[in-house]
């Protein structure tokens, strides 16, 4: 009797073992921001997702990809309804990364959620943006997913279409957004698909000059992504002369579905 009790004992110890390592859920936080953060609204895993305020340690001189949408609709801080992140399919079919960073000014919030393989949209719940009154302004939203091409792995991004309605607007142009985190000269734009092989093909747009006229540090700057024909993964180049001397470049890879 007790050799059967404990080996009852020690089956149920495995079964209940096995079934927490199988069960315990993929952190959703940048572990970089953790130890940046404190107090309750800091950055920290909240329900499906982590998401907060943290302390910025150093200020950064370079671009930084903010946001990459096809839309983004204004939305209610009041009404309490979710904002409904909503994207096409990733050509491999695999999971997506999403981020939303601050925008205004001294505002160091992010928010970070993964979402698995085969799911197209997330709801977004809005209680801690209105706590901290974060309107659509303030904020950047991107989504990545990791792609391999030739031997090259990389990060794409992919255009979300975002809406307090859960309204699906596909128009086939993009909107980038970057944050310089000092003032800058120009800025200048490159696209080009990405062959199988990883390299560029044939540019559709290269060293195209924004033209804006004042380009102010922390300040995101709005870049219209279009051109691109046909479905695929493409090259993206952002390069920027900074306005005390010096260049800083981002590259990106981003993926188009044809309308």
């Known amino acids: 009797m007790n050799y059967q009790i404990a080996v009852l004992s020690l089956l149920t110890l495995n079964l209940t073992s096995g079934f927490i390592v199988t069960c315990k859920a993929q952190s959703n936080c940048d572990s970089s921001l953790v130890k940046l953060s404190t107090g309750p609204s800091g950055y920290r895993e909240r329900g499906d997702r982590c998401e907060g305020i943290y302390i910025k340690e150093v200020g950064s001189t370079t671009l930084q990809i903010a946001s990459f949408t096809e839309s983004f609709v204004q939305y209610d801080l009041n009404s309490g309804k979710p904002l409904v992140i909503q994207w096409d399919a990733p050509p491999n079919n695999s999971s997506v990364t999403l981020r939303a960073q601050g925008l205004?000014?001294?505002?160091?919030?992010?928010?970070?959620?993964?979402i698995p393989a085969g799911k197209t949209s997330y709801s977004w719940p809005i209680n801690f943006l209105s706590s901290l009154n974060i309107d659509k302004s303030e904020i950047g939203i991107a989504g990545r997913f990791l792609y391999k091409s030739g031997k090259l792995e990389r990060n794409v991004y992919i255009p979300l279409r975002i809406s307090q309605q859960g309204n699906?607007?596909?128009?086939?142009?993009?909107?980038?957004?970057v944050f310089p985190g000092t003032e800058l000269k120009e800025v200048y734009i490159s696209i080009a698909p990405v062959e199988p092989d990883g390299s560029n093909g044939k540019f559709i747009i290269e060293g195209k000059k924004l033209g804006y006229g004042y380009y102010p540090a922390e300040r995101a700057i709005e870049i219209p992504v279009f051109g691109m024909?046909?479905?695929?993964?493409?090259y993206l180049e952002v390069s920027a002369e900074k306005k005390n001397g010096g260049t800083s470049t981002q590259e990106i890879w981003f993926y188009h579905l044809k309308n």
């Open 168 to 177: 699906d607007v596909k128009t086939g142009n993009y909107k980038l957004l």
């Open 104 to 114: 205004r000014r001294k505002l160091y919030y992010q928010m970070d959620k993964i």
């Open 229 to 234: 024909k046909e479905t695929g993964i493409y």
